[in-house]
């Protein structure tokens, strides 16, 4: 993990945020810098959407408007991090926690970019265990349904969301169809969002501050 590539594509992505603009952050470590950098735009934005509690409490420190999503409407752009990225710009998240929020806004954004240091590059999804967040009654119903399809779930015990509910990260899946796995879980109740980005992927990966093809 490089935590200068990191830096370097958090600055980067500051070139794809356009005056007037109200930009969806996503959360984490890489975002963090790309928080860091808007607030030289301060007064060239109208605000951002935030998808967590963490998120927002740096917008906040460096004056940045915190605007709800139902009263903005679909956004432009959307910048996020991510725990791996496949060839195809399909990602998992929700290392942090954050990933509902994060989906939520990344599917009402029109263009999605992605900032990752080159360990996140992986040819097949699966390696870093796939984080599931669900309503805490339904955590060992959808742990006995990710056993039958041949995963490992393990409980992150001790951690609760910005929503409320608890976190399962799946052991042991190599993805190699993210997107019908991604419809497959989607189906199970009690799962509130799986960290799978493959039905709406990146647009744009930025590793570093170079674009990935
Ligand atoms: O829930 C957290 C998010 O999905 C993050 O974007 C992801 O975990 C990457 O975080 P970081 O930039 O700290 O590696």
């Not at 070139?15 to 860091?36: L, M, Q």
């Not at 607030?39 to 915190?66: F, M, N, W």
């Not at 393990?154 to 042991?172: C, E, F, L, S, Y």
Request: net charge negative; glycine share 10%; charged share 25%.
């Amino acid at each position: 993990m490089s935590n200068n590539e990191k830096r370097l594509a958090g600055e980067a992505a500051i070139r794809y945020v356009e005056d007037g603009a109200i930009v969806g952050v996503g959360t984490g470590s890489t975002v963090a810098y790309f928080i860091d950098a808007l607030a030289d735009l301060r007064d060239r934005i109208q605000g951002a959407v935030s998808s967590s509690e963490q998120s927002t409490a740096q917008l906040k420190k460096h004056g940045i408007p915190v605007l709800d999503l139902n009263a903005t409407g679909p956004l432009s752009l959307y910048v996020d991090g991510a725990d791996e990225c496949d060839p195809y710009k399909r990602l998992i998240k929700g290392g942090g926690a954050a990933l509902t929020r994060e989906k939520i806004i990344a599917e009402a954004s029109e263009k999605f970019v992605c900032v990752i240091d080159s360990s996140k590059k992986v040819d097949l999804l699966g390696k870093f265990p796939l984080p599931i967040e669900v309503i805490p009654m339904a955590r060992s119903l959808v742990g006995r349904e990710i056993a039958k399809r041949g995963g490992q779930p393990v409980w992150r015990d001790g951690v609760v969301t910005d929503n409320g509910n608890w976190v399962i990260d799946v052991h042991g899946w190599q993805i190699a169809d993210p997107a019908a796995l991604e419809n497959d879980l989607n189906q199970i109740p009690g799962i509130v969002a799986v960290g799978l980005f493959a039905r709406r992927p990146a647009n744009i990966v930025l590793i570093g501050d170079r674009l990935m093809d």
